[in-house]
């Protein structure tokens, strides 16, 4: 296996190796802006045994996206949650055993970095990427039929970054998401985070506010405490400086799409947790099996 690994991390060029001086298995390179860190804001990997979790429906849901889209010689992104850290150790696993060469993995997030890097996986960063054949990911629920999907509802701590998840998802070649049916589901509700500039941040909201009037709550998201309208007197700041606003919605949404277009046209809206690419696929797992789904008509395919 260590032979397998090592012959994974030769396929890369120079300049990527120039940046593992010492032949690990990974670099991160993700930098804390925060000063002060509390317990609140550490990132913490979802730790899940394969030996314990091969018989659930999300891990074979996992184990399909690997065995089905990885190829030797990609460059894939790596998403976090509960089935992408299942698909990370598993892909993990797999480079050891030989099954794949030469593949990067690009991580969406610091949680994702650090399961990969116990997982085995080198790992390269964005900025130095040209391209990224495949990624998986984890949302927090997914609209039928188009595929439309939130992130960044829950996990979402100071060091992560919606900004980051989102780019390499939007650069990936294909896209899978893996998801309960429980989260899989028309008529959406709950909240969807927005990214805005944190010196306006109020002005910003208030328009938020009045856009959605009636449907929505508008509240900052804290980094301590208790959520509040106004984030409490610690609020959440990204690392790109940012703060996010969630915006709780009091009714089933009607249309992501709609939405984020609508978001999008606020002043001080950097950026937003609706994830809108085509076409893309969603693997559902649920008891009986799982089942593959995509944004293009008419295709739907069965597994258990």
Same mark, same amino acid.
């Given at each position: 296996?260590?032979?397998?690994?090592?012959?994974?991390?030769?396929? %890369?060029?120079?300049?990527?190796?120039?940046?593992? @001086?010492?032949?690990?298995?990974?670099? /991160?390179?993700?930098?804390?802006?925060?000063?002060?860190?509390?317990?609140?804001?550490?990132?913490?990997?979802?730790?899940?045994?394969?030996?314990?979790?091969?018989?659930?429906?999300? %891990?074979?849901?996992?184990?399909?996206?690997?065995?089905?889209?990885?190829?030797?010689?990609?460059? &894939?992104?790596?998403?976090?949650?509960?089935?992408?850290?299942?698909?990370?150790?598993?892909?993990?696993?797999?480079?050891?055993?030989?099954?794949?060469?030469? #593949?990067?993995?690009?991580?969406?997030?610091?949680?994702?970095?650090?399961?990969?890097?116990?997982?085995?996986?080198?790992?390269?960063? !964005?900025?130095?990427?040209?391209?990224? +054949?495949?990624?998986? +990911?984890?949302?927090?629920? &997914?609209?039928?039929?188009?595929?439309?999907?939130?992130?960044?509802?829950?996990?979402?701590?100071?060091?992560?970054?919606?900004?980051?998840?989102?780019?390499?998802?939007?650069?990936? =070649?294909?896209?899978?998401?893996? #998801?309960?049916?429980?989260?899989?589901?028309?008529?959406?509700?709950?909240? /969807? @985070?927005?990214? #805005?500039?944190?010196?306006?941040?109020?002005?910003?909201?208030?328009?938020? =506010?009045?856009?959605? !009037?009636?449907?929505?709550?508008?509240?900052?998201?804290?980094?301590?405490?208790?959520?509040? @309208?106004?984030?409490? =007197?610690? @609020?959440?700041?990204?690392?790109?400086?940012?703060?996010?606003?969630?915006?709780?919605?009091?009714?089933?949404?009607?249309?992501?799409?709609?939405?984020?277009?609508?978001?999008?046209?606020?002043?001080?809206?950097?950026?937003?947790?609706?994830?809108?690419?085509?076409?893309?696929?969603?693997? #559902?797992?649920?008891?009986?099996?799982?089942?593959?789904? =995509?944004? /293009?008509?008419?295709?739907?395919?069965?597994?258990?």
């Amino acid at each position: 296996m260590a032979a397998a690994a090592a012959a994974n991390l030769a396929c %890369f060029p120079q300049t990527w190796k120039a940046n593992n @001086p010492r032949d690990r298995q990974g670099v /991160i390179k993700w930098e804390r802006k925060t000063k002060s860190p509390s317990p609140s804001l550490t990132a913490t990997a979802c730790h899940c045994s394969l030996s314990q979790s091969q018989t659930s429906p999300l %891990f074979q849901a996992a184990k399909h996206t690997i065995d089905t889209y990885v190829k030797s010689g990609m460059v &894939i992104g790596l998403g976090s949650g509960q089935a992408s850290a299942m698909a990370i150790q598993y892909l993990g696993r797999q480079i050891r055993a030989g099954a794949f060469e030469c #593949v990067l993995g690009i991580p969406t997030s610091i949680v994702s970095a650090s399961e990969a890097a116990k997982a085995g996986i080198p790992l390269g960063e !964005l900025e130095n990427s040209p391209r990224i +054949d495949f990624a998986f +990911d984890d949302v927090d629920m &997914i609209e039928e039929r188009t595929l439309i999907s939130v992130v960044g509802r829950q996990r979402l701590q100071g060091e992560e970054s919606i900004i980051q998840e989102k780019l390499v998802l939007s650069m990936a =070649d294909q896209l899978v998401f893996m #998801v309960t049916e429980n989260q899989y589901k028309c008529g959406l509700e709950g909240s /969807i @985070p927005v990214v #805005v500039e944190s010196l306006n941040w109020l002005e910003t909201a208030e328009e938020i =506010d009045d856009l959605f !009037l009636g449907d929505a709550e508008v509240w900052r998201r804290p980094s301590i405490g208790q959520a509040g @309208p106004h984030g409490g =007197d610690f @609020p959440l700041v990204t690392k790109e400086g940012h703060n996010i606003i969630d915006v709780i919605f009091t009714s089933p949404i009607a249309s992501l799409a709609e939405v984020a277009e609508s978001l999008e046209k606020v002043d001080g809206v950097v950026e937003h947790g609706v994830v809108s690419k085509f076409p893309c696929k969603a693997i #559902v797992a649920s008891e009986s099996g799982w089942s593959i789904v =995509d944004n /293009i008509p008419t295709n739907a395919v069965g597994g258990v």
